[in-house]
């Protein structure tokens, strides 16, 4: 490539916006807002417990994203209406899918699982080794507290970063949004056409499986141990449509990625790269451990997370590149004779672009 | 990587879009090159919704379309009138609304912006190509337009 087209110019004596433009007035009550809302949080976390029912979860959501539009112009409170529009939508498809899966009636998936993990594990079920190996009845260890610890951010993680990105980027928010609403639909999908028994199900002499050698189901052990709770209002009773033999894919397994996997690209030390991608297996190590999910229900869900993440990067790119065609083709079109840039357009070689100085 | 943000002033977008404009070839060399970084997703182009509205739908979704719209609201106007600097009422809005969102890098014809802590690309002088000027025995060539 030639030299740059752009140059960034420096002048001496230049003046900060922040001293020209007068603050935003609200910029003030937001902060407030938000620091009032923080100590209410960790007041209700340590007093009523860790809020994990969806109502209760999207009504602290609302109050933090009300928060964060708080002196906004009317435009981003009518884009915030669409968006939670969109976003309750999505939840109460998600949650009317596990009705749907009850009713549809598909075969039980039972020793398949099962039987995948045994390959997998060369004969061993990892469920039952670990429980072998780390469970004792009257005993918890420091990591059935890490594994609870983990297990409970499911229901925390990637809501409060849909928020944080509600409030700060919409655009974020929406490449955000797509990933995880084609992964609940994968998921719901999955949940309706191959209904799975869990492991702890599949071992619990309550039902007529017992596949598995018998798996205690200690998953708020740690958790509770550690004086910490779950709040779950009683409106969870009224929409109490869980469907308990939808193990395929895990979906705690998936959340446990993808919220890392989205903020991957801003994090730049390798080293926290590589610490933050230990979160997604501690927790399936957590749920095996647990007995919530076998492996192949983890490894299902993380196929589901890049999978999402490739399809979108892919159509964000071809709409970058659709968009871009547009610009060439009008250019060349006010100036005929011009060569396009076709390489740039399809993707060959594309400059970085940057105008330097 | 997070792509950066620029926005392009009015002069710029206007230049872009008349053929007839001045500075009209140096402003297609850099959008050129600015919309490439948009396809490597190392750029985000932005324009304020009151410039862009003064060219046809047309002109937006073709020749624009990769530039996102930074909307103007009421706030916005009045908070521009209260801008501590001597410039003229559509620049204020630009820097009020820059300010707002948070955006410090502007793509401009013009020197209007100098004077502020903004990062500032304009139209680089074009490089020298071929044999030296009167090495061939012609005319020496008019040095190409620098804004």
């Known amino acids: 490539m030639g030299a740059p087209a752009g140059s960034t110019t420096i002048a001496p004596d230049r003046r900060s916006l922040a001293v020209v433009v007068p603050a935003d007035p609200w910029i003030m009550v937001r902060r ?13 976390f340590f007093v009523k417990g860790l809020i994990i029912d969806r109502i209760s ?10 928060i964060g539009h708080l002196g906004r112009p009317v435009r981003r409170w009518a884009w915030l209406v669409f ?61 059935d507290k890490v594994a609870s610890a983990a297990y409970f951010t499911h229901f925390i993680f990637p809501v409060i970063a849909l928020a944080i990105l509600w409030v700060t980027s919409h655009r974020e928010w929406a490449r955000f949004m797509k990933r995880f609403a ?61 469907n308990a033999i939808a193990a395929m894919p895990s979906l705690h397994a998936s959340f446990a990625l993808f919220v890392p996997a989205f903020f991957l690209p801003r994090i730049k030390p390798i080293w926290l790269k590589a610490l933050v991608l230990t979160f997604p297996l501690i927790m399936a190590a957590s749920l095996v451990y647990f007995g919530e999910h076998y492996v192949v229900d983890a490894l299902a869900g993380w196929i589901i997370v890049g999978l999402s993440f490739l399809f979108w990067g892919w159509f964000e790119r071809h709409q970058r590149r659709v968009r871009a065609t547009r610009t060439y083709t009008a250019l060349d079109d006010a100036a005929p004779g011009r060569a396009a840039p076709s390489d740039a357009v399809a993707g060959a070689s594309i400059p970085d672009g940057t105008a330097t100085a | 990587m997070t792509p950066r943000s620029i926005v392009l002033d009015a002069g710029f977008i206007q230049a872009v879009a008349d053929a007839d404009a001045p500075g009209h070839a140096d402003a297609v060399r850099v ?17 304020l919704s009151t410039v862009l ?23 916005h106007r009045s908070d521009s009138a209260r801008v501590g600097a001597v410039v003229s009422a559509d620049m204020a809005l630009v820097l009020v609304v820059m300010d707002r969102a948070k955006i410090r890098c502007v793509a401009t014809l013009g020197h209007d912006f100098d004077a502020f802590d903004l990062e500032i690309i304009t139209p680089a002088p074009m490089p020298a190509a071929g044999p030296a000027p009167g090495a061939t025995g012609e005319a020496p060539q008019e040095p190409s337009p620098t804004i």
């Open chain 1, 182 to 242: 084609t992964l609940l639909f994968v998921a719901c999908t999955m949940f309706v056409l191959l209904p799975t028994v869990p492991p702890w199900m599949a071992a619990d002499p309550k039902h007529s499986y017992q596949i598995l050698e018998p798996l205690a189901r200690h998953t708020g052990r740690g958790f509770v141990s550690m004086g910490l709770k779950g709040f779950v209002n009683t409106w969870q009773t009224a929409l109490d449509w869980g």
């Open chain 1, 57 to 66: 979860v999207a009504i602290s959501v609302g109050i933090f994203i009300m």
């Open chain 2, 53 to 75: 509205a003064a060219h046809p739908t047309a002109t937006r979704r073709g020749l624009f379309a990769p530039v996102e719209v930074l909307y103007v609201s009421r706030r």
């Open chain 1, 83 to 143: 968006d939670v529009l969109c976003y309750s939508a999505m939840w109460l498809a998600y949650e009317e899918s596990r009705g749907w899966a009850d009713r549809a009636g598909f075969p039980l998936q039972v020793e398949a699982p099962r039987n995948i993990d045994r390959f997998l594990f060369f004969g061993t079920d990892p469920n039952v080794w670990m429980q072998h190996h780390f469970y004792h009845r009257f005993t918890i260890y420091w990591y």
């Open chain 2, 31 to 47: 959008y050129r090159e600015l919309v490439d970084g948009y396809v490597a997703r190392t750029n985000r182009l932005f324009a």
């Open chain 1, 32 to 44: 407030a807002g938000f620091a009032l809302f923080a100590v209410v949080y960790v007041w209700w």
